[in-house]
């Protein structure tokens, strides 16, 4: 079944507002990715998070992830239009070399 | 220039024909992989070739084939096309050599089976 689940499966927002994104998911991990997809276009690399961080930042990126509740949150703050995109987490399960398990994704959509 | 390359970017074709999928990336990575995604955005990965040597291999059909001449190349060849096959293929590459490290995706081949 599939790894991770996220949380909206969709958001709106305004420029300027920030969005939260969450993640959940089953078994132990390595570590936790979060990318970008913009529409009809591949996937690009976020941010990683690794089983023994709890926090990251990268830019207007804020990750969070807590191993003991199996979940992520990727937080885009002062968001702009450009942000639009779907967002997916990926988790790197203990034991399965590199494999990405993907979410099933968040459609973000910012608007003027 | 382009880290990882897949050709054709779209491929429409009739059911029962065999199609490629070529990959190629620059990045000197060792380990490259292909996924699936579905009408509904939803990834899976179906291949994993590290140094030219399977290591992933999900539930795929057996119509299903890669083929990996060099560390730097991963073309999917698929049999016998079904409706079922229509979907996004992404190639992709990473370090495996490296852990904790982030995958490089190609820009993904739209198949149309009708």
């Known amino acids: 079944s599939q790894q991770g689940e996220e949380d909206p499966q969709a958001l709106s927002i305004q420029e300027g507002e920030n969005a939260t994104m969450n993640c959940s998911y089953k078994t132990s991990i390595n570590n936790l990715q979060w990318y970008r997809q913009n529409s009809g276009r591949g996937l690009v690399h976020l941010i990683l998070?690794?089983?023994?961080?709890r926090e990251k930042h990268s830019g207007r990126l804020r990750v969070t992830l807590d191993t003991s509740k199996k979940s992520s949150s990727l937080l885009i703050t002062a968001s702009r239009a450009a942000d639009t995109a779907s967002y997916f987490c990926a988790t790197v399960v203990t034991g399965t070399a590199s494999k990405l398990t993907f979410g099933t994704g968040t459609r973000l959509q910012v608007t003027l | 220039d382009t880290a990882v390359s897949q050709t054709p970017k779209y491929l429409v074709t009739q059911m029962g024909n065999d199609k490629s999928i070529k990959c190629e990336q620059n990045?000197?990575?060792?380990?490259m992989y292909w996924y699936k995604q579905d009408s509904k955005k939803f990834l899976k990965i179906m291949f994993s070739?590290?140094?030219?040597?399977?290591?992933i291999n999900e539930t795929v059909p057996n119509r299903f084939s890669p083929k990996s001449p060099d560390k730097a190349h991963l073309n999917l060849h698929i049999n016998s096309l079904e409706l079922g096959d229509s979907a996004v293929y992404f190639c992709?590459?990473?370090?495996?050599?490296?852990?904790?490290?982030?995958?490089?995706f190609g820009q993904g081949t739209r198949l149309t089976v009708v």
């Open positions: 998070i690794r089983s023994n961080e």
């Open positions: 992709a590459s990473s370090q495996e050599s490296r852990s904790n490290t982030e995958a490089f």
């Open positions: 070739y590290n140094n030219k040597e399977l290591i």
């Open positions: 990045l000197g990575h060792d380990t």
